[in-house]
């Protein structure tokens, strides 16, 4: 709640910018596509390609900026005993987290409303899609939250690393519009086998899709470890200050 007040205030519409400012990202990139649809070379629903597409960018990426530097603003905090580092870094990532979904959420169910979408093929794929996707947010998010508060060349640098990351994070292709040979290099990419399995769970077997459960399992297991250990030591860092 803490967090909530102090990003967004109590005026206008407050804590509602957590998901209609990620709505609003979303339906302009979406309507930027429809009006090019002809450049993406594919007869799919242009609609949900794009809701699916730049919705998870959106919910990993904003997770992830969200807990950089995290600590500075909130060191206070600390000072209360039941208030740890891994909290400053949950409490950031659960908004997001939220903000994302609610949006993914009301986009699809006012695009199948009004019939810009059709109702999903299976919903509970998309539904492991999308966890897939928060658990690699969260990993994510814990690895760069830790290391930005260790290094500010690294804060520096991740800006920069989120422009590179979203061309090849799948939510402008799909997999199987590359050649052969870049296939297999295109999926080392994490996030794309979250972004595929999302929209395998919306298309069916209209589209023919490429991820791996088993690959983004370790993956996400392996960063959210890493991103624990991470934060274990920032945390013994800034008790020792």
């Given at each position: 709640?803490?967090?909530?007040?102090?990003?967004?205030?109590?005026?206008?519409?407050?804590?509602?910018?957590?998901?209609?400012?990620?709505?609003?990202?979303?339906?302009?990139?979406?309507?930027?596509?429809?009006?090019?649809?002809?450049?993406h070379g594919?007869?799919?629903?242009?609609?949900?390609?794009?809701?699916?597409?730049?919705?998870?960018?959106?919910?990993?990426?904003?997770?992830?900026?969200?807990?950089?530097?995290?600590?500075?603003?909130?060191?206070?905090?600390?000072?209360?005993?039941?208030?740890?580092?891994?909290?400053?870094?949950?409490?950031r990532l659960?908004?997001?987290?939220?903000?994302?979904?609610?949006?993914?959420?009301?986009?699809?169910?006012?695009?199948?409303?009004?019939?810009?979408?059709?109702?999903?093929?299976?919903?509970?794929?998309?539904?492991?899609?999308?966890?897939?996707?928060?658990?690699?947010?969260?990993?994510?998010?814990?690895?760069?939250?830790?290391?930005?508060?260790?290094?500010?060349?690294?804060?520096?640098?991740?800006?920069?690393?989120?422009?590179?990351?979203?061309?090849?994070s799948g939510?402008?292709?799909?997999?199987?519009?590359?050649?052969?040979?870049?296939?297999?290099?295109?999926?080392?990419?994490?996030?794309?086998?979250?972004?595929?399995?999302?929209?395998?769970?919306?298309?069916?077997?209209?589209?023919?899709?490429?991820?791996?459960?088993?690959?983004?399992?370790?993956?996400?297991?392996?960063?959210?470890?890493?991103?624990?250990?991470?934060?274990?030591?920032?945390?013994?860092?800034?008790?020792?200050?």
């Amino acid at each position: 709640m803490r967090e909530i007040l102090t990003r967004f205030g109590r005026s206008n519409i407050g804590f509602m910018w957590l998901f209609f400012e990620p709505m609003l990202f979303t339906l302009g990139v979406t309507a930027l596509w429809v009006t090019t649809r002809g450049a993406h070379g594919s007869n799919m629903d242009i609609v949900p390609f794009a809701i699916t597409g730049y919705s998870s960018v959106l919910m990993w990426r904003n997770a992830a900026t969200r807990c950089s530097k995290a600590i500075e603003p909130n060191i206070a905090l600390l000072y209360h005993r039941n208030v740890t580092v891994l909290d400053l870094f949950v409490a950031r990532l659960i908004l997001e987290i939220m903000g994302g979904t609610i949006s993914l959420l009301g986009l699809s169910i006012v695009a199948i409303a009004t019939g810009w979408m059709s109702f999903p093929a299976d919903v509970l794929t998309m539904v492991f899609g999308w966890f897939f996707l928060i658990w690699f947010a969260i990993g994510l998010g814990l690895i760069v939250g830790a290391l930005t508060e260790r290094s500010e060349g690294f804060e520096r640098v991740w800006h920069i690393m989120t422009y590179l990351a979203f061309p090849v994070s799948g939510a402008m292709f799909m997999v199987e519009w590359l050649p052969k040979y870049a296939q297999e290099y295109a999926l080392w990419v994490p996030m794309i086998h979250g972004v595929e399995m999302l929209r395998d769970g919306y298309y069916g077997e209209s589209i023919r899709t490429h991820y791996s459960i088993s690959y983004i399992l370790m993956v996400n297991a392996s960063m959210l470890l890493i991103g624990l250990l991470l934060v274990h030591r920032t945390k013994n860092l800034v008790g020792s200050e």
